[in-house]
């Protein structure tokens, strides 16, 4: 007898390479004899209402799988969604095991965060409970890198090379302007708890650039006035000074930065308090204290979208990350999640091992305190040695009419009762 | 007797190809066997200080020339310094006119803007009031587009392609979260009272991406109630809505959106009048109008100096460009600008001309309102036809351990005193 399905879906937010995880994901288990790969349209959450594909009309051949490696933000679409505890509610699960019988799944693989880790868990859980037979796999990913156990995440290397080379940008820009007058940017990362993207921020310092003269990350404390005072000092040596700030840095009280104008009662035009961002609101205080001119830069979704500038080591490392997840099922795994172990720095080298999700779910972590200098606004030489082996490479976009090309999934010509492409 | 020297500067905002027409400049100085090429630090500004350096201690070989044309921003420092008209001040032509024949040079060659072309026209009306030898050319640049005569201007189709680019990639990240919710993205793009950037986003428009859905120049009067209206009912045929508007777009009374918050008295947390970006007002209006989550995505200054996603008919373009202004003034021409002629749309083709700068300098080209649709909130198939050709095409970055590589000037080893490089 065949093999059955797997059943593959994309949870949290999405990274420049998801989609290489999911090509992964559709090609290993084409090569070992799979049936079909279904894929849930905007994960769990849209898979309990039945809504999934046949992955198969939409990746055709080898071009589709190159296309949808640099194609960026989740192409079956995305959700956060929390499964209840088993004991809460074992209707969802109940729902859940019934389709997945329904369609003859063996393997469920869930490329996601944290949260989705929690996601393979209970499922695994919960299998064991009925001894169901389907294998749970997590496929890491995030552009925060704050995966525990795994060496780092497939879409961080992507994030933290758009960041580094955005940034470089950015200090060239400013640099141009600088005659006589004093300029002061500010540039706001994402990474809420975990610093790791703002620190790469550092990697465009080098021979051709200073790179940033303040970086600072959410695991150490800011202080408004200390951060100020930074400033100035840095203005008395050069006339041009950029400082890089995490979006979630916060007091030693914990009060977030971007909170600060709530705090004082600053209002937009309706009356409502306003959540002016991080870099804005340090923007507006070194204005005031210092009075030159300021700039407040956020790379927004831009950093974690930008597939035209994705590094080839994370690209690569996402697509085997994303076949690894079914070889593990395939070869008997189930609540697992696949991991990247890095074997050398320099030359860089790595490989995947498999890892119990109960030791992974939910756990967070947070760039080391002494991979961050004393003062908190610089990182070390050993943070920026981890960093650089994962921005390495370039992979190509592939250029129509002067733009990336993308596979995306057109789902007006898709018919969702008898789940076929209607084209 | 040999021929004498070349004068450079930069002048006004950086762009992603700027000092690709330097190299232009540099290059075909040398092979029509100019003896030297200066180049003005901060323009013209910095070149009143004596500040000025030899392009040949910086610029060594072939490499560098590769490298200058894909470094953004202005390799020698730009900067807004308008000169007085010649009955206000002649003491300034006097010392700029003294510094050019010390230096011996024959050719003076400005790129930038309106602004920059007026510098041009007042130097060559100077020199016919004193019979004073000197050519006085011009190199159009900006990424507004905005400069009379010429087909467009060096500096654009690299900012369109990255505005283009990063408006899919955007679109393509908030598509994957869409489910079961509605999701408004007001994107901010550059270009105050020209809408060539803000339409050139439409050119995300394709067989794998929808675009935006509506965009709005500066050149119509924009009514913050009708674009509600439009937003509410973009949302009852999908999810996902995604509008892009100018920095500069305006009420019919002329008042600039940005100004809003102001104008209902905003204050920040110092109790000053906050200018609030005009995504960031709008995407406010939007969340309290309609409910819906909204993001504001600014560009900033990342839309002039992404060098690293330029387009390559842009890139060589500014070089010929570039290159063009030492010809003219090497042919007997002085107070031109070098303009860009298109010869043909599809197969694109295009070639250099000169203009006369009197019929150029302040004049502002915005887009014609035909090619702008009747609501007022999207662009013309003409639009698109024009600035397609332009971005077409990839330069590829020297990549230098995964991040692009930049030929920048390092101040601290130049000798000022001497004008000479000590390392």
Redesign the interface.
């Known amino acids: 007898m065949g093999k059955g399905n797997v059943l593959v879906g ?1 949870s949290g937010g ?1 990274t420049a390479v998801i989609n290489s995880s999911l090509a992964g994901v559709f090609k290993t288990a084409m090569e070992r004899g799979y049936n079909k790969v279904y894929g849930m ?2 994960g769990i ?2 898979f309990l209402d039945e809504q999934y594909i046949d992955m198969a009309d939409y990746v055709k051949n080898e071009l589709d799988i190159e296309l949808l490696k640099r ?4 192409f079956l ?3 956060r969604y929390k499964l209840p505890e088993i004991h809460e509610d074992r209707a969802v699960y109940e729902r859940i095991f019934e389709l997945l019988d329904k369609l003859d799944i063996e393997v469920f693989v869930y490329i996601g965060g944290n949260d989705s880790m929690d996601t393979i868990r209970k499922l695994f859980d919960y299998s064991l409970l009925t001894g169901a037979k389907q294998k749970f796999v997590g496929c890491p990913k995030t552009i925060d890198n704050d995966l525990a156990i795994t060496d780092h995440t497939p879409g961080f290397g992507s994030a933290a ?1 758009y960041i ?3 940034t ?3 200090i ?9 007058k004093k300029n002061v940017i500010i540039i706001e990362i994402m990474g809420r708890n975990a610093g790791w993207l703002t620190g790469a921020s550092a ?2 310092k ?1 021979e ?2 200073e790179g940033p003269d303040l970086v600072y990350l959410p695991e150490v404390p800011f202080s408004v006035e200390q951060f100020t005072d930074s400033v100035k000092e840095k203005l008395e040596q050069k006339d041009v000074v950029v400082a890089v700030v995490s979006e979630g840095i916060r007091t030693a009280e914990g009060k977030y930065i971007c909170e ?2 709530a705090g ?1 009662e ?5 009356g ?1 308090i ?1 959540m ?1 961002g991080t870099a804005a ?1 340090l923007s ?1 205080v070194i204005h ?1 204290e210092i009075g030159c001119k300021t ?1 407040a ?6 950093q ?6 994705s ?1 080839k080591i994370d690209v690569d490392e996402a697509f085997n990350v994303g076949g690894a997840t079914v070889k593990a099922a395939d070869e008997g795994n189930s609540g697992v999640m696949v991991v990247i172990d890095r074997i050398s720095d320099d030359p860089y080298m790595s490989s995947t091992g498999v890892y119990d999700v109960h030791r992974i779910a939910n756990g967070e972590k947070v760039v080391p305190r002494e991979w961050i200098n004393e003062a908190g606004d610089y990182v070390s030489e050993e943070f920026l040695d981890y960093v ?1 082996p994962l ?4 992979y ?1 976009p592939m ?10 999934m057109d789902s007006k010509n898709y018919d969702w009762i008898n789940n076929k492409n209607i084209q």
Chains 1, 2 share one sequence.
């Open positions: 994309q999405p349209r905007y959450q849209g194609t960026p933000s989740a679409g995305t959700c090379k580094a080379t955005s470089k940008e950015v060239c820009d400013a640099l141009g302007f600088s005659y006589k990697l465009s080098g051709d650039c600060f104008t004082s600053t209002k937009d035009a309706f409502h306003q002016t609101y507006e005031r700039r830069v956020e790379l927004s979704t831009l974690r979208a930008a597939a035209h500038l590094s650089r921005i390495q490479g370039h190509s250029m129509v009419a002067g733009l990336p090309r993308h596979l995306t």
